[in-house]
Structure formats: C-alpha cells, structure tokens
C-alpha cells in the first residue's frame, strides 16, 4: 500500500487544482518557507478524518478553505481526494486502487467520497483504523509532536500502541458494543 496521489483544489494555499504524484519509496517535498509544504500533509490529515481544525493549524473549519489573494478570489469549497495503491490489499477491501475524498463548502456542508460513492465520515475512518494511517496513527508526526507522544499520558501512548498494532479495531468495536 502507498500513497499513489493527492488532488488538491481550494485547500489552503491551493488555490487551483493541483496534482501531486508521489512514487513507492520516499518522496520529499522542498520548497521555500510558506510554499505549502506543510499544507500537503495537512490535507493528507484531513482527508483522513481529521475533525480538529487546530490539528491543521486552523481556528475555524473555514481556515481551510483558500481564502484569496491580492491576485485571487476566494474559493467557494476546499476539495481533497487521496489516491492509495491497494494492490497489496493490506486495505481489507476488494479494490486495488482507492480513492477517498473531501469536501468543505463555505456553507458547512460536507461531503466525503470513496471511490467516487457518497460515504460517512465513520467508513472512511473505519477503513484506515488499525493501519497505521487511523485517527490515532503515527503516519504523520509534525514538528514537536514527538516530544508530545514521550512526554504524553501513558493511555495516549498506548492508542498509538494500538493503532501500530491493529488492535484498536476491537478497541472501538468494544466501545461500540458498551454503548448499545
Ligand atoms: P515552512 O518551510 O515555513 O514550514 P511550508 O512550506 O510548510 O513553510 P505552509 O505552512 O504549508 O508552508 O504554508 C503556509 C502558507 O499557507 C501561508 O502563506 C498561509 O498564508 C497559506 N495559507 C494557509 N491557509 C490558507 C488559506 N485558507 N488560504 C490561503 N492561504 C492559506
Ligand atoms: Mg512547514
């Protein structure tokens, strides 16, 4: 499994429609300070589900929407898709290739795609739980945010054990359960 490509439109600083396509291995991003960079991973974190706009360094949901230039207007809706090579199938799903997808209007409304279906929320992050890229995962690490996890409550830490190790899937279906 790996991040195949990103299509970002109205996200951020990404005014228009961009494309980045990303190899298996590692990829680096470089740029000079408030290129965007950053923004990248931000839109990987909320396509993912990300739900706390302070995560993304926003106040309000709003903040993620490109909101003009001395040259551009605004955009009307932020857009995100996240392709990802499933060929391995270490996503428990029958498709080789996946593609989920967000999107924010300026309204509140949103909306959250799988493979071009409308979805919830909750199957999207249901998919990724227990894979490393869940809620609670360690895919993305920020600046500082490792100090975070070492100085971190202990039940945090052990989340992230959890998601490392797949078990929080029955975490949350116990959780689940409990609430009935
Ligand atoms: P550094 O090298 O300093 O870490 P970076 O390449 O990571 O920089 P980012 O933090 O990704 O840069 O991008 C910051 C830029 O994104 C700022 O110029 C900021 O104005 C712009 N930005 C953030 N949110 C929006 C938005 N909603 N609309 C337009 N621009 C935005
Ligand atoms: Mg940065």
Redesign the pocket.
């Known amino acids: 499994m790996y991040l195949k490509r990103l299509d970002i439109k109205g996200f951020?600083?990404f005014?228009n429609e961009t494309e980045i396509i990303l190899e298996p291995g590692i990829n680096i991003i470089v740029?000079?300070?408030?290129?965007?960079?950053?923004?990248?991973a931000?839109a990987v974190r909320w396509v993912l589900g990300e739900g706390n706009v302070r995560q993304l360094?926003?106040q309000k949901n709003e903040?993620?929407?490109?909101?003009?230039?001395d040259k551009q207007k605004?955009q009307g809706m932020a857009m995100v898709d996240m392709t990802i090579d499933n060929s391995d199938h270490m996503l428990p799903v029958e498709y080789g290739e996946i593609t989920v997808g967000r999107k924010l209007f300026r309204s509140g409304e949103s909306e959250y795609l799988l493979n071009k279906s409308r979805v919830r929320m909750k199957d999207i992050v249901n998919l990724f739980t227990g894979t490393g890229l869940g809620k609670r995962g360690y895919s993305i690490i920020g600046q500082g945010e490792l100090e975070q996890v070492l100085n971190g409550q202990a039940f945090d830490r052990r989340l992230i054990l959890e998601e490392a190790s797949g078990s929080i899937r029955f975490r949350q279906q116990r959780d689940e359960v409990k609430q009935r």
């Open positions: 951020k600083s005014a740029g000079p300070n408030g290129c965007g960079k950053s923004n990248i931000d360094r926003g903040d993620i929407i490109f909101n003009g230039t605004p």
